[in-house]
Structure formats: C-alpha cells, structure tokens
C-alpha cells in the first residue's frame, strides 16, 4: 500500500510519498516518488505513483524517457504522457497474467514544467489525465483526506494561498498520519517540490525533525483540548498546562530557526558549488 499526494501552491507544487513495499510479513524500502537527475530538455518532472508497481515503473520510465529526450511545450508534455498510458493500458495490462484485472491498476501523480515555463499537477485513472486544481491524495492515504482538506488553504480555486514551504510541511503531516495509521505505510517521507521556473526541491533534511514535532505536537495539543473542554478542570489547572504547551512551541520553533540557519551555513554554499557543475545537489541528497 502506499500513500501519495500533490499539492498545488501558489509558487509550485509538492509532490510526496512513502517508501514502504509490503508483502505479508515481508517490507522493503522502495523510490515510489522519482525526480529525473538530467533532462535533456527543458521540461523537469517528478513522478509518485500507486497501485501496481511494476505498470508504476513501466509508466515512469516510459514518460520520463520521452519528455527528457525532447525540448517540449505544455501540450506536447500531456500528450506523451497520455500516449504512454494509453500503450500500457492496451497493449501491455491487457495481456498481463490476471484474473483480475483490478489488481493491476495504479494512478499516477506528475508534476511538471514545460519548455516554455510552469506546466501542472495532473493525476491519472487508467489511461485518463486530469489537472489537479488544488491537491490530490491517492493510495492507501485517503484516510488522511480529511486532514488534506483541513489544512489546505486557498483564496480562490484557482488561487492557492499554500506556499511550497508549506506545502512541504504539510505534506510530511499526512505521511505521518499515514504511518500511524496504516501498517504497510512506512520508510522514510519522500518528499520534493517544483518551482514555476523548474527549479526542484527536495525536503531530505527537515523531515525528521518534523516528524518528531508532529508527535510532540499532537501529545501536547491533545492535552490541553481536554482540559479545555473539561468541567471539573480548574482554570489555574488548564492555565498550567496551557503554559507548558505554549513554551514547548516557542521551543521547538526556535529549533526550526536554528536549524535551518545552520543549514544555510553549512550546506548552501556546498549545494551552489555543485550546482555550478551542473549537478543538483538537492536531487542527489534524495538518493
């Protein structure tokens, strides 16, 4: 099972999911959200997917292999990726050894931008693509779709007021909800944005600490709810533990600050040299 989503902002989209394969008893870490190290031409791309894996990967390979190898325009982007799921659908699937041919569907999530600049999310259902205007949640994490539509904000349909840093942070929230939940869910958060200019993002540094926060968080909030909304709670009483969770965040922001000058400090400078050489440092730290 797996957990993927997509979240449009309003300077990009976040692409997210888990990296837990599970057979029975058995589980392995798998990549089910791929970024392209070198494109030839001027689209970037990112992919997660899930359902059957191997249609994931036939489908990935393919799309990647045809927007890298041409300098393509928005148009030309959609239509190779919805040939490819076309390919696979009839001459492929149709074939493969199944009595059911439910056990080998999957969905695709694929953010991308085009030679011509910002492209989209697009979600897919069998060989049909669909623009995303706002998110989308696939897989086995539809049972954090109730959290997606809480926390995602928007002015407009059209206008998302969620910005990629955000997004990011919000993404690693339903994963984490996701591996509560749900046993075959799991492995490390896989999570990267996309830029209007192309430029990708890869939030390998931060998830630990956000996960360990979101723990910490919902211990310290759920605390306070009760005494709250309970009666025969004293006020002095819920005024101490109010006390207790409003220091507990001023702490862990003041963490998030120092780390992320810290990171500044230390890996920028690294990051821009590499990318000097025309590599993306991000892109390799996702490996």
Known sequence: MTIAAGFV?????????????????YKWPVKKLVIPKTM??????????????????TATQKILTRVSMHQLNYEETLRNIEEVLREIHERDLAFY????QEDVQFQLLIAFTASEGYGGLFST???????????????????????????????SWDNPLLSLSE??????????????????????????AIDKDGAIQVADWDV?????????????SGNVML??????????????????????MKAMKEGFIRDRAEWERVWRPIQETVNRKGVNAEEVNAE
Not at 126 to 153: C, D, P, Q
Not at 180 to 192: E, F, H, T, V
């Open 227 to 248: 005494d709250c909304a309970d009666p025969a709670s004293s006020l002095e009483a819920f005024n101490s533990r109010l006390d207790v969770f409003v220091g507990a």
């Open 125 to 155: 259902s069998g060989s049909l693509v669909k623009r995303v205007e706002n998110f989308e949640v696939i897989g086995s994490g539809m049972v954090t779709n109730f959290f997606a539509h809480s926390l995602y904000r928007k002015n």
């Open 97 to 100: 050894p199944t009595r059911n």
């Open 9 to 25: 902002c309003r300077d990009g989209i976040v692409l997210c999911a888990d990296s837990q394969e599970s057979v029975g008893d």
């Open 208 to 220: 630990p600490n956000w996960e360990r926060f979101f723990s910490e968080f919902q211990w310290l």
């Open 40 to 57: 030839m031409g001027k689209a970037r791309i990112m992919i997660a997917g899930a359902g059957f894996g191997p249609a994931i990967d």
């Open 167 to 192: 997004g990011k942070v919000l993404a690693a929230y339903l994963i984490h909800l996701a591996k509560l939940q749900l046993s075959s869910i799991g492995g490390r958060s896989q999570i990267a």
